[in-house]
């Protein structure tokens, strides 16, 4: 069973930028599906973006297209969450999930395994 870290959240300011980072171990991510989704107070979870094992295929919920970008880097055992122009509706804690199914799937949240978390806080 894979382990996800979740790192590189915080307190910004509307505007600003962020990157988070989801390191796995305990198996290669190669070839899996991996998303980012996020978790506001009172809120449900919900999709935020997603991409296939091989990097070539991503989706986002419509919310940050344009703003968020999902890469990964195999080698590193690595995926990305580059986030710009955040917006206070951002806020939430945002995870980090991986699937053996397709990215499709990914997409509708049917995922296997799932990190703990990594709080992104966005002020006015």
């Known amino acids: 069973q894979v382990q996800l870290v979740e790192s590189g959240g915080g307190l910004v300011q509307a505007g600003d930028s962020l990157r988070l980072i989801c390191l796995a171990s305990?198996?290669?991510?190669?070839?899996?599906?991996m998303g980012w989704f996020r978790q506001a107070p009172g809120k449900e979870r919900e999709f935020v973006a997603a991409?296939?094992?091989?990097?070539?295929?991503?989706y986002y919920t419509d919310s940050v297209k344009g703003r968020f970008t999902i890469s990964r880097d195999n080698a590193k055992n690595t995926v990305y969450l580059q986030m710009n122009s955040l917006k206070p509706e951002d806020t939430a804690t945002y995870l980090c999930?991986?699937?053996?199914?397709?990215?499709?799937?990914?997409?509708?949240?049917?995922?296997?395994?799932w990190g703990k978390g990594t709080l992104v806080t966005v002020s006015s």
């Open positions: 305990g198996r290669t991510i190669s070839g899996y599906s």
């Open positions: 999930a991986s699937t053996s199914k397709s990215v499709v799937q990914a997409r509708l949240s049917r995922m296997d395994d």
């Open positions: 991409i296939s094992g091989s990097g070539a295929i991503t």
